[in-house]
């Protein structure tokens, strides 16, 4: 039988492994993407929509909850599974405890992008003419 070459990788699969890797964006005069050749070189910056960001942040958020309320749901299914199977009281002690981690996470990406929404509507406001004096 001959040889083959057998790469087991996890990231990165290539059908044709030995072909050359295109470096053209990297070399050259003019940089990858045509943004300039540093901090703001001279590039207008795009209208940001942000009706339309507001609404993402929006979104987020309540993929967030509802994450943070799966999370902790499976982390009582766990608690209970664990009083009733005790012959596997510590596997599920472990899950229990996994699924609050990521209840505590959902629950903090829920409540970072709250105050990414609070921004993204501040910023329209600004935008269009209403100003807050904020005084204290």
């Not at 790469?7 to 990858?32: C, M, N, Q, R, V």
């Not at 999370?71 to 009281?89: R, S």
Request: net charge negative.
């Amino acid at each position: 039988m001959a040889e083959e070459k057998h790469h087991h990788h996890l990231f990165h699969h290539h059908k044709d492994e030995d072909k050359p890797i295109d470096t053209t964006a990297y070399s050259g005069d003019t940089p990858a993407g045509g943004y300039g050749y540093g901090y703001g070189a001279d590039q207008a910056k795009p209208e940001v929509d942000h009706k339309k960001e507001e609404k993402q942040h929006k979104h987020h958020e309540h993929l967030g909850e509802l994450g943070a309320a799966a999370a902790g749901a499976y982390a009582l299914h766990e608690k209970h599974k664990a009083e009733k199977d005790p012959e596997h009281a510590h596997k599920h002690k472990i899950e229990e405890e996994i699924g609050a981690a990521v209840a505590v996470g959902a629950g903090g990406y829920a409540f970072h992008e709250h105050h990414e929404k609070k921004e993204a509507k501040e910023e329209d406001e600004e935008a269009h003419g209403k100003k807050h004096h904020h005084l204290f």
